[in-house]
């Protein structure tokens, strides 16, 4: 069997025309139940390496073939069909940013099941560097460049001419026609770990964080901030600056839902992690100044470089906390997820740190009661809220219990 675009299921393949393509499958470790994934249509979530198996679609730009992967979509109907998150909040993206959304071309009224002409792509060939600062402070770092930005016209998130009132999540996660680099990532995205373009599947590296108290994991794929696009290993898209709008979090007329990160938490990997790798266990930590502490933050992502993999495995990441999921329990909570997240850098204030607050945090309602008694503030000492930087990072699953919610709004809300 091969997977064909054109369905999207397994087509089988006429034993006269051998496969064409490369397949540079991640090694195969613990799976994730089934019943733990929330993005339905990812194939397997493996817990040995901290990646996803996702359908791959064919597409081109200009000639240029492409590779992509789909994940949201702003329509229930068809995230039902297609086993895709449904993030009603998308269909927001094009209000006043036009930028924002790329109208791709196809004779199918749903993205995926017919060749894809798209109008932009991303750039994989640049070159990721990343220079912490000196102990004891790697954050900020002292120079970084991105290793991916998006071209002209590119943007993840895309509408389908002839349907336009349904928005997608479709990042592009490789460029030609094959062998592919997954190693240096000169033509494909920095968290992509494997490529097969016969069984037409992605290896994407995913983010360990948390969401409602729970452990969760989601891909990430791009960010509007040139720096949260280095650290993280994704495409720099700045046009996603414009994405309506900062502070969007609760507000059904945004595009945004709200993920917070700190500048000055502890730092340090799990202990003892079990088989599914880090959750909450002692010694997990997050943050800026935590993931620049690690020298795996100046490495490239790739299945050679099995430290890396290990230590990302105990909480090596940023490890942000989500605002909501897929699966609260409230419907208004549900319609509030979005993958375009509205990034909040805490700082914890010296009081705070000194009290031994700035210990890891897993629930957002944490983060801003903590924010209301003044513990923890923007960067400057400015009341804690959007930084604008937008990040597009999909959830994926869970390892142990579904976040459920509720979403506490924020004092005066």
């Known amino acids: 069997m091969v997977w064909s675009t054109a369905t999207g299921f397994g087509a089988p393949a006429s034993a006269a025309d051998p496969p064409q393509g490369f397949s540079q499958n991640a090694p195969i470790g613990l799976t994730l139940e089934r019943n733990k994934e929330i993005l339905a249509s990812a194939l397997r979530v ?50 006043d940013c036009p930028a924002c959304v790329q109208e ?67 990042p592009i996660v490789a460029t030609g026609d094959g062998p592919f680099d997954v190693t240096t990532h000169t033509d494909t995205h920095d968290r992509l770990l494997g490529i097969d373009t016969i069984r037409m599947t992605a290896d994407a590296l995913y983010v360990r964080a948390f969401a409602n108290g729970e452990p969760v994991f989601y891909l990430s794929f791009e960010s509007s901030d040139a720096f949260t696009s280095t650290l993280e290993r994704i495409t720099f898209v700045p046009a996603l600056h414009d994405l309506p709008f900062q502070n969007g979090g609760g507000d059904p007329d945004s595009a945004r839902a709200s993920i917070f990160t700190f500048v000055n938490a502890q730092t340090g990997l799990e202990l003892r992690p079990g088989p599914r790798g880090a ?51 409230l419907a208004r909570d549900r319609r509030e997820y979005s993958p375009a997240w509205d990034l909040n850098v805490g700082v914890y204030t010296d009081e705070a740190v000194a009290l031994g607050l700035n210990d890891l945090k897993t629930d957002a309602n944490t983060v801003r009661m903590l924010a209301a008694q003044g513990y923890i503030t923007a960067p400057g000492g400015l009341p804690l809220g959007s930084s604008n930087t937008e990040i597009n990072c999909p959830v994926l699953g869970f390892p142990n219990a579904p976040p459920l919610g509720p979403r506490i709004p924020p004092p005066g809300d």
Do not use: M
């Not at 081109?60 to 068809?78: E, K, N, P």
């Not at 991303?122 to 102990?135: C, L, M, Q, Y």
């Not at 100044?289 to 890396?308: E, K, Q």
């Open 46 to 95: 493996d817990l040995t390496r901290d990646y996803a198996t996702l359908p791959l679609h064919r597409g081109t730009v200009q000639g240029l073939t492409v590779w992509y992967v789909i994940t949201d979509v702003s329509d229930q109907r068809i995230a039902r069909q297609l086993g895709l998150n449904f993030a009603p909040k998308l269909v927001n993206a094009p209000r």
């Open 104 to 170: 791709v071309t196809t004779s199918s009224p749903v993205l995926g099941r017919a060749p894809v002409e798209f109008q932009g792509t991303p750039d994989f060939s640049p070159t990721r560097t990343v220079i912490p600062g000196p102990d004891p402070t790697p954050f900020p770092p002292q120079a970084f460049t991105v290793g991916a930005e998006g071209g002209a016209n590119y943007s993840p998130y895309v509408r389908v001419i002839g349907n336009e009132s349904v928005i997608y999540n479709a």
């Open 279 to 329: 959750t909450d266990g002692p010694g997990r930590s997050q943050g800026l100044t935590h993931a620049l502490s690690f020298d795996i933050a100046t490495r490239d992502a790739s299945v050679s470089d099995p430290a890396l993999l290990d230590a990302l495995r105990r909480g090596a990441d940023v490890s942000n906390i989500l605002d909501v999921a897929p699966t609260n329990l």
